[in-house]
T-cell receptor
Framework: RKEVEQDPGPFNVPEGATVAFNCTYS??????FFWYRQDCRKEPKLLMS???SGNEDGRFTAQLNRASQYISLLIRDSKLSDSATYLC????????????FGSGTRLLVRP | ETGVTQSPTHLIKTRGQQVTLRCSSQ?????VSWYQQALGQGPQFIFQ???????GRGNFPPRFSGLQFPNYSSELNVNALELDDSALYLC????????????FGPGTRLTVT
């Protein structure tokens, strides 16, 4: 089983739609959680950290469910510019700090 | 822009050669990590450097090695290149304290022929 799993998509949605991505992780000792966005042939860019209480940044809402070991990202009122791959990232510390990426979920927003 | 820079941007090498990739971290960040990203995959953790020492490593063979310098910049060295080493190599920096958010450089695209 992969340490961090995501549905690869693609999710093909019209402009203005609401879309949600889920991500599951296997290590119950995971401590930090993030969503990154990656455009084609570019580096990942931090979208938002994910906190236990859930957090919102404009049209983006992230939720963490520690009991079920999953993280979600909700995008409201999708824009064409939201088209990208969204990477779920989980971090924990054992003998050293580890940051594990999922393979990403591709989002295509159409006019 | 994150302030993390990498060089070179592109590189073509032949199988068996050695390569050195370079990274300058964001100001104030003392921890640098390296990742390998193959096409269609998420970044895979290679290793992390803090205070000039490797303090974390993923599932990569010893021919992947690195250095960190007193100014926190870093190098990734790969010996005996294989075709499967062709990938985007990403460097990310963060502060050792705080919320562990990492910021990536633009990457070096390595092609091994």
């Amino acid at each position: 089983r992969k340490e961090v799993e995501q549905d690869p998509g693609p999710f093909n949605v019209p402009e203005g739609a609401t879309v949600a991505f889920n991500c599951t992780y296997s290590n119950s000792a995971s401590q930090s959680f993030f969503w990154y966005r990656q455009d084609c042939r570019k580096e990942p860019k931090l979208l938002m950290s994910v906190y236990s209480s859930g957090n919102e940044d404009g049209r983006f809402t992230a939720q963490l469910n520690r009991a079920s070991q999953y993280i979600s990202l909700l995008i409201r009122d999708s824009k064409l510019s939201d088209s990208a791959t969204y990477l779920c990232v989980v971090a924990w510390m054992d003998s050293s700090y580890k940051l594990i990426f999922g393979s990403g979920t591709r989002l295509l927003v159409r006019p | 822009e994150t302030g993390v820079t990498q060089s070179p941007t592109h590189l073509i090498k032949t199988r068996g050669q050695q390569v050195t990739l370079r990274c300058s971290s964001q100001s104030g960040h003392n921890t640098v990590s390296w990742y390998q990203q193959a096409l269609g995959q998420g970044p895979q953790f290679i290793f992390q450097y803090y205070r000039e020492e490797e303090n974390g490593r993923g599932n990569f063979p010893p021919r992947f090695s690195g250095l960190q310098f007193p100014n926190y910049s870093s190098e990734l060295n790969v010996n005996a290149l294989e075709l499967d080493d062709s990938a985007l190599y990403l460097c990310a920096s963060r502060s050792a304290s705080g919320n562990h958010e990492q910021y990536f450089g633009p990457g070096t695209r390595l092609t091994v022929t």
